[in-house]
Every structure is written in C-alpha cells, then in structure tokens.
C-alpha cells in the first residue's frame, strides 16, 4: 500500500546514485584543496626555508578547510543512512550543497594567500554558513519526508543534527561582519564551534546507539 503522504514524482530516484555523486564531489573537493601547495624546484637551503615559510599558509588553509569539508561529508553521510529515495526538493538542495563544497578551494585560496584582509575571512565565513545552511535545510525536509526514508528520521537524533548545524551557520554567519573589525578575531570566533560541536557530536553518537539498539 503507498503511503497516502507519498507524492510520486518523475524527478524521484535512489539515494544511492545520489550518494554515489556526493562522494565523488567530496573527493574531488578534498585533492583539490591541497593542489596549491608546493614549492619550486632548485631552491638553496635560504631559499627553501623562505619558500617553506612562505607555503605554510596554505598548509594551515588547507588543514581547516579539510577540517570543514569532512565533517560536512559526515553529516551528509549520517543524515542519508535513513534515506532509501530522493525527491525534487531534495536533489535541488543535495546539487545546492554540493555545489558550495566543490566551490570550497576558493575561499581556502583566499584565507591562504590573503588572511589578513577582511574580505578573505568574510568570504571564507560566509562559504561555510552556507554550506551549513544548505545542509541544515535538506535534513530539516528529510526529518519532515519520512516516506523518502527506509526508516523514520528519529526526532532526537534529527533535532541533536540541526543544532549542530544551526550552530555552525551562526558561528561562521557572525564572523562575516566581524571580519571587518577584526579579522584575526573573526578566525578565533571560529574555534567556539570546538566545544560545541564536541557536546552535540556526542549526543549524535549517543542517541544514535540508542536507536540501533531500539532497532534491533
């Protein structure tokens, strides 16, 4: 019997193919992320001691972003285990995210060779406030579109996932106008989201060994 909430749509499909693309634009994001770090060839010992100062912006670039995208990637991940299909809604909202994740290169381009400038730490903000808006929005309508799902959404586990999110987009949101008061102080906002995603993070883990258990 189909569910009578279920609309079925021509534009509705496995969440596996989707699941398939994410991963690869997540791969693809990661090694792009570490292309501009490299050092010329023939250098002197004074010459690869500056150069290797001089790239080690891109390092720390590169460490945070890949930070970000891979607890992006994990929260995607987690939010499609309960998923069988995907609708219209979600595929426009999935292609949204994922295109600010293949995006990401360049904010981190920005924050390496320009970090101390306002509008480098206000781009690079704003690029991840939107990711996790976008994410916040697509397991807000997979949290209300239990059909699309092999098995409901729970509530706790939905709920504990949003903050997390909303959590993220404030952070990063309120630093873009920070960023032109104080960019180094809009970098060290950055790190409240360490306490606080630590705390959710385990409740994530928390209820969702609840919920297995419940299951089994």
């Known amino acids: 019997m189909v569910n009578d909430h279920r609309r079925m749509r021509d534009d509705e499909g496995s969440a596996a193919r989707f699941l398939a693309l994410s991963d690869g634009v997540f791969a693809i994001a990661i090694t792009l992320l570490a292309l501009d770090i490299s050092l010329p060839d023939g250098l002197g010992p004074a010459g690869f001691d500056r150069a290797l100062g001089e790239v080690m912006p891109k390092v720390w670039a590169y460490a945070l972003s890949l930070l970000v995208v891979a607890a992006f990637w994990r929260g995607h991940y987690q939010i499609f285990q309960y998923v069988r299909e995907?609708?219209?809604?979600?595929?426009?909202?999935?292609?949204?995210?994922l295109g600010l994740i293949a995006l990401m290169p360049f904010p981190t381009t920005l924050l390496a060779e320009y970090?101390?400038?306002?509008?480098s730490v206000a781009i690079y903000s704003g690029a991840v406030a939107a990711m996790?808006?976008?994410?916040?929005?697509?397991t807000a309508v997979l949290w209300k579109r239990p059909w699309l799902g092999r098995a409901a959404l729970p509530d706790p586990v939905a709920r504990n996932d949003m903050a997390d999110l909303a959590s993220t987009v404030l952070v990063f949101a309120t630093a873009v106008p920070l960023a032109y008061v104080s960019p180094t102080g809009a970098k060290l906002w950055w790190a409240v989201l360490i306490p606080v995603r630590t705390v959710t993070g385990r409740r994530g883990k928390r209820l969702r060994a609840v919920t297995q258990r419940l299951s089994d």
Do not use: E, F
């Not at 996790?132 to 697509?138: D, E, F, K, R, Y």
């Open 115 to 119: 970090g101390d400038l306002p509008q």
């Open 86 to 97: 995907v609708d219209g809604t979600v595929i426009r909202l999935g292609l949204l995210g």
């Open 132 to 138: 996790g808006a976008t994410q916040l929005a697509l």
